[in-house]
Antibody, heavy 122, light 107 residues
Framework: EVQLVESGGGLVQPGGSLRLSCATSGFTFSDHYIDWVRQAPEKGLEWVGRTRNKANSYTTEYAASVKGRFTISRDDSKNSLYLQMNSLKTEDTAAYYC?????????????WGQGTLVTVSS | DIQMTQSPSSLSASVGDRVTITCRASQGISNYLAWFQQKPGKAPKSLIFATSTLQSGVPSRFSGSASGTDFTLTISSLQPEDFATYYCQQYSSYPLTFGGGTKVDIK
């Protein structure tokens, strides 16, 4: 069974940092792209960024709203994904989801984690 | 960036109704379009990828189609468990972008 489990959310002050983790199981982690997607309270979904798989050199892409502040990394030996968030702003308050993508003529999202809540407030 | 304009933002329907939700892309995205369902307090669930391919386990009352840059999610006969918010997403180019969502509630 494919599983993605996020952790690391919590309350942080503006300007602070937080590191989210996504532990996975049930599939060959190194074969897949993985995204971070967030959802502010009562709002829609926003793509945060992506890490490609080993075959594509683990390269990353980011949304403009987080580029230069957030960093996605992965540890294939631990089947885990990370989101390092620095210089946090109140508008980063959201539930953060890790999302697996698979390939059939394009990398499409298929499995979602349950999410972890990040609150940026003084 | 590719804008995904989803309509309507909300709709009221009855069990057994046929429901149609549309996403319009601001430019061509080929067939790189996915649909998701989200229930209150829960993570989104993937329904469809590549415009019309159902994810494993998704009931056949869900279907997807496209005409140019207009994409449609259809629920042929709405069931009680289908009351939720639905989102589209293009995965043709970065940044990946979502539609604003359509909330389907009970009439």
């Amino acid at each position: 069974e494919v599983q993605l489990v996020e952790s690391g959310g919590g309350l942080v002050q503006p300007g602070g940092s937080l590191r989210l983790s996504c532990a996975t199981s049930g599939f060959t982690f190194s074969d897949h792209y993985i995204d971070w997607v967030r959802q502010a309270p009562e709002k829609g979904l926003e793509w945060v960024g992506r890490t490609r798989n080993k075959a594509n050199s683990y390269t990353t892409e980011y949304a403009a709203s987080v580029k230069g502040r957030f960093t996605i990394s992965r540890d294939d030996s631990k089947n885990s994904l990370y989101l390092q968030m620095n210089s946090l702003k109140t508008e980063d308050t959201a539930a953060y989801y890790c999302v697996r993508s698979s390939y059939i003529s394009g990398w499409y999202p298929d499995y979602w984690g349950q999410g972890t809540l990040v609150t940026v407030s003084s | 960036d590719i804008q995904m304009t989803q309509s309507p933002s909300s709709l009221s329907a009855s069990v057994g109704d046929r429901v149609t939700i549309t996403c319009r892309a601001s430019q061509g995205i080929s067939n790189y379009l996915a649909w998701f369902q989200q229930k209150p307090g829960k993570a989104p669930k993937s329904l469809i990828f590549a415009t019309s391919t159902l994810q494993s386990g998704v009931p056949s009352r869900f279907s997807g189609s496209a005409s140019g840059t207009d994409f449609t999610l259809t629920i042929s006969s709405l069931q009680p468990e289908d009351f939720a918010t639905y989102y589209c997403q293009q995965y043709s180019s970065y940044p990946l972008t979502f539609g604003g969502g359509t909330k389907v509630d009970i009439k």
